[in-house]
């Protein structure tokens, strides 16, 4: 009979994640602490990754900080070859210019792809590198709704988004005899620092909220079992996915109920 019960153990493990400063990334670290893993908190704030990583360690749990510019590939390297080898990477960053496209300037695009897709291509690269010359790993990074769905404003922002979704697709079909799996996480609207301008404008919070079928926006840590589910052996056969954990916003088509 299979072992169930420790399928989402992560005892012994080792997990690089990206973005722990803050937001979906902290709860993610702290939550794959909580199971087992030994967690790299790593973030362009240092002081932010220290600080989680000191909140980890005040439970009894194992952690270690780290400061991580995913714009930079040096780092990168550096980071990895500081680190035990990681058995599950998690990338979170995102950066959002929220303009119609005729406004963007170059400046203003190249700073969205430059993080948002040419970021995470630097970081899953160096770190599935890694992983193939150690026996394998779970890499998961962070795509979105808008990927799939969009509104004025949100071009650029997509088109990276989307843009992660094929390139981890691709990943997965290239380095699965490595053992290497590869799946992006697609979350909805989720009251994080990225999403704080939403926050402060009410007419458009509710309206996002609207959207969901649970009328409501995510709470960080409710994103935190999607990564568990796939940095976990749950997971052994879930590659080149892509999980929506968006509270319905991508399956409904419109609001109106005929028979209310």
Known sequence: MADYKNLFDMTGRNALVVGAGSGIGRCSAMCLAQFGAHVVCADV???????????????????????????????IQQVLDRISPPDALVSTPGVN?????????????????????????????????????????????????RSQVVEPGQGVYAATKSGVVLMIRALAAELADKGVRA??????????????????QPDWYGAYADKTMLRRWAKPEEIAG??????????SYTT?????????????????????
């Open 226 to 235: 999607a990564v568990l589910y796939l940095a976990s052996d749950a997971s």
């Open 183 to 200: 799946n992006a996480i697609a979350p909805g609207v989720v009251d994080t620092p990225l999403t704080a301008q939403i926050k402060r």
């Open 97 to 145: 210019i929220r303009k119609k496209l005729l406004d963007y300037t170059d400046e203003e695009y190249d700073r969205v792809v430059d993080l948002n897709l040419k970021g995470t291509f630097r970081l899953v690269r160096e770190t599935a590198r890694s992983m193939s010359e150690n026996g394998g790993g779970s890499i998961i990074v962070f795509s979105s709704i």
């Open 240 to 260: 080149g996915s892509v999980m929506f954990v968006d509270g319905g916003w991508t399956a409904a088509d419109g609001r109106f109920d005929p028979f209310a």
């Open 45 to 75: 704030r240092e002081e932010a990754a220290d600080s989680v990583s000191d909140e980890i360690r005040a439970h009894g749990e194992s952690a270690e900080a780290v400061a991580l510019d995913m714009r930079d590939t040096g780092q």
